[in-house]
Structures are given as C-alpha cells and as structure tokens.
C-alpha cells in the first residue's frame, strides 16, 4: 500500500466505524435489513444526522425523508452552486454494511477532517443520506435521489409494502408531507456536480489488486418477465419429438442469452428467475415462468441483444410449438459520467499514487437519478470475497477506506464548479 497520510488513514477509520455502527439499524435480528421508513431506517437517519452535525454541518430532512448534510462554504461563497455527494442508508434484505452506506459516512468524514482544520471551499458540500433506492419495501427503487432530482413518480405513493400501507401512508406516519415531496426537488442551479462514493460490487478492482477506479457509464438495463405454454403430459409416456415442453423452451432461451451476450466486454444477461410451474419429477412441463436481464454500458450494445433474444424467443417458440408470452417490467438507458469529472477524479487517484483503472457500473446507482440535474461521476472501491455484494459477506478494509477517503478529498480540493 502507498503512504497514505494520517488524516485520510483517520477518515477511512471513521468511516469504517460509522459503517459498523449503522449495521446495527435493522429490522431483522442476526442480519442486516433496513427499509424504507420503518423505526429502524428512522433511527439510522437520526444516527446519520448527529454524525454530519459533529463533522460541523447543518442538516435538515425532506418529505422523502432524505437526510441532508450541508458543509457551508467559506464567507462570501455561500450562493455557489454546490457540490454534492452521498448514497443510499436503506438495504436489500440480508443485505450487506457497505452498499449505500459508504458513499455517506466516506464524505462525511472527510468533512470532518476539514472542519477541524477550519477549511472551507469556495463552494458548499451537500451529503445526502438518500432514503431510499433498493425498492424492497415498497418496490419502487430510487426514491430518495427521484425527489432529489424531481423525477418522482407520484403514482409510486398507492404502492403497498407486505402488511398492506401505502407508501402515502408510511410518509405521513413518518411526520413527513408526501404531497410536497415535488416542491423539495432541487433545481438545476443549485448543484455544481453529484460525485457518488460507492463500492464496486464485483470482482474487478480485486483481481487487479487496484484500491479504486472511475466509473465510466452505469449501465442502461432491460428487463422482462416471460411465460412459456406447453402441453403437460407423462414423463414416460409422451416420445420426445412429440413434446412441448415449456421448461426445455425456457432453458435453451437461457443458454441463448448466455451466448448473446458473452460476445462483447460490458454487456450482460441473466436468468435470475427460472420456475416451473406446478411441475413433478414425472410430468412433462407444460407452464414455465423466467425473468430476462440485459444491461449494457453503451445503449446500442444492450438493445442490439434484445432485438435479437426477442427474435430468438420466437425461432425457438414456433420450433418448439409452444406459446411465449413477454411483458417488459423496465427499461433504462445508460448514464454516462461526466468526462471532466471522470478526468477530475483520475487525476486524484494519479496524485494518490496509483493506477488509474475506468470501468462500468452494471449496477443501478442513485447517480443515475441525480444525472437529471447535474453531471454525474462515480468513485468505485473495492470489494473483498471475489467482490460479493448485496450479502452479509460483503467486505472491504480500513486501508480502501483510507485511499477513498484522500482521493474524495484530492477531488473536492481541487474542484472548479
């Protein structure tokens, strides 16, 4: 590891301590799950916002209940656009302590740092604690940085979690207005540039022995849900050319997306969801139900593979005489980060000592909302365990945690808005 100096060795220590603490809010014991304004995401914003309160900032929540830090800039500056950064506190179920998380307690210590030394910008520095971009309770993802960006969906308040509440209904129980959640949507002016702070989730930065890396584009990604009619007969009765058998359909579709799309670096498609249904170990399957997802750093890539999976579903369809029925659950295009805030960040991981590594995002990112009102760029850092994510095993060392913490400085200290 580079010398890294002791105020970003401190920085990445906090942080690290902040993470584990936060770990604590869940709502299930033994495991880390924390949703959408239930007691436990309430009370880690409580946590987050005593935190950005000692680092010397003011805070104030929206009625998405997105906790909002702002470190003013110096006298004479305090109109400037600023520069803004955070990630997401809620959690996948089981999830992991750093998905999220990071990208809050990483910035905020770093503000810290600064106010202790009394330094101050030419600009402010807003961290938010998005409440929400998972989607698990209420399945709507995004929330947090959509009201942020004033791209919310309204329609998305009638949605119910698992006991039957509304979103609607969980705001106002929260103490919060959702029908003014439009008006606290930040306008363009007010921000210089959204940098998010976030660990990689993959292998990458890890097999190449690199602490972090630029994000270049974060994925465009299309997703389907398909269902495959066959006829259902006996296992031993039925001769094998005369079968329409709907889960050997949906698995040769499966292998065909595998083969579609491990023809380009950067495009990916999976089968996450695969059941046969009401099957038996002696019926030939008659219904089979899958998901399909594609996702791409460039856009062109990504529906080039659709085209040509929807055309295969129907050769393997009319081959196989069986019916296959698709319904599109989302679509989104790719964001592409920002090349002069990618330039800014690679030019402080240079500083830092090291290679400059760029690489996509397959993942989604809060970035990808907050793309609608200011350029966007991303910092990734490495995940330990073969880069596992959204899961207890989900790792990475105080030493990572350091070397974000100087190049997220290096960047900020060096910003032009």
Known sequence: MNAVPGQFRHAGRQAMQWAEQLAQYSEAAGMLTRTYLTAEH????????????????????????NVIGRYQARPGCESAPALVTGSHFDTVRNGGKYDGNLGIVLPVACIAEWHRQGRRFDFP?????????????????????????????????????SQGLTMREAIRAAGYDPERIAADAWPRAAVAAFVEVHIEQGPLLLNENLPVGV???????????????????????????????????????????????????????????????????????????????????????RLA????????????????????????????????????LQQALAEAIAAAGW???????????????????????????????????????????????????????????????
């Open 42 to 65: 309430q009370a880690a914003a409580r946590q987050l916002s005593e935190w950005m309160e000692q680092a010397g900032m003011t805070v104030r929540r929206d009625n998405a209940g």
């Open 125 to 161: 520095i807003e961290v938010i604690g998005f409440a929400e971009e998972e989607g698990v309770r209420f399945k709507a993802t995004l929330l947090g940085s959509r009201a942020v960006a004033g791209t919310f969906d309204q329609a998305v308040l009638e949605n119910r979690d």
């Open 215 to 301: 994000v270049t584009a974060i994925s465009g990604a299309t997703r389907f849900m398909a269902e495959v009619r066959g006829l259902a007969g006996h296992a031993g009765t039925v001769p094998m050319h005369m079968r329409r058998d709907a889960a050997m359909a949906a698995a040769e579709i499966g292998l065909y997306i595998e083969r579609r799309c491990s023809i380009k670096p950067g495009l990916v498609g999976t089968m996450g969801m695969l059941e046969v249904v009401q099957g038996a170990a002696n019926v030939v399957p008659g219904l089979a139900t899958f998901s399909i997802d594609i996702r791409a750093e460039q856009d062109s890539d």
């Open 305 to 340: 593979a659709v085209a040509e999976v929807r055309a295969e579903i129907e050769r393997i369809a009319a081959r196989r005489q069986v019916e296959i029925t698709l319904r599109q659950t989302h679509e989104a295009a790719s964001v592409p980060c920002a090349p002069r």
């Open 355 to 417: 290679p400059v590594r760029h690489l996509p995002s397959g993942a989604g990112h809060d970035a990808m909302a907050m793309a609608a009102i200011a350029d966007v760029a991303m910092l990734f850092v490495r995940c330990g365990n073969g880069g596992i994510s959204h899961h207890p095993d989900e790792t990475m060392t105080e030493d990572d945690a350091a070397i974000a913490a100087q190049v997220f400085s290096g960047l900020v200290e060096q910003f032009q808005p």
